[in-house]
């Protein structure tokens, strides 16, 4: 069983930046990739990015390419996400969520076993 507490949210103007962070607790982390997934009011989860366990292997949505970054710390149990150049339409609460490692870099928010509570991001125009 595999714990995850998001961090780093919090209201920020379009153009800043933010750094979320998903803490992992039980289990054996480093085993499971990590995705990150928003969901903004009235709107379906969405796919934002992915790590494999080992940090080699990442994957993002078309939205986030080049303004997002994940990365990990293993020894910290720690995921990140890096969010630069923000823009209103960023606004929602971002949840990560964690794979087993063996079904790879996935955006399907169906193979991820377990989930954080989530934390709100706002970009204001």
């Known amino acids: 069983q595999v714990q995850l507490v998001e961090s780093g949210g919090g209201l920020v103007q379009a153009g800043g930046s933010l750094r979320l962070s998903c803490a992992a607790s039980?289990?054996?982390?480093?085993?499971?990739?990590t995705g990150w997934f928003r969901q903004a009011p009235g709107m379906e989860r969405e796919f934002v990015a992915t790590i494999s366990w080992s940090g080699v292997n990442t994957y993002y949505a078309d939205s986030v390419k080049g303004r997002f970054t994940t990365s990990r710390d293993n020894a910290k149990n720690t995921v990140y996400l890096q969010m630069n150049s923000l823009k209103p339409e960023d606004t929602a609460i971002y949840y990560c969520a964690a794979s087993p490692d063996y079904r790879g870099t996935t955006s399907r928010s169906r193979e991820y076993d377990y989930w954080g509570q989530g934390t709100q991001v706002t970009v204001s125009s």
């Open positions: 039980g289990g054996t982390f480093r085993r499971y990739s």
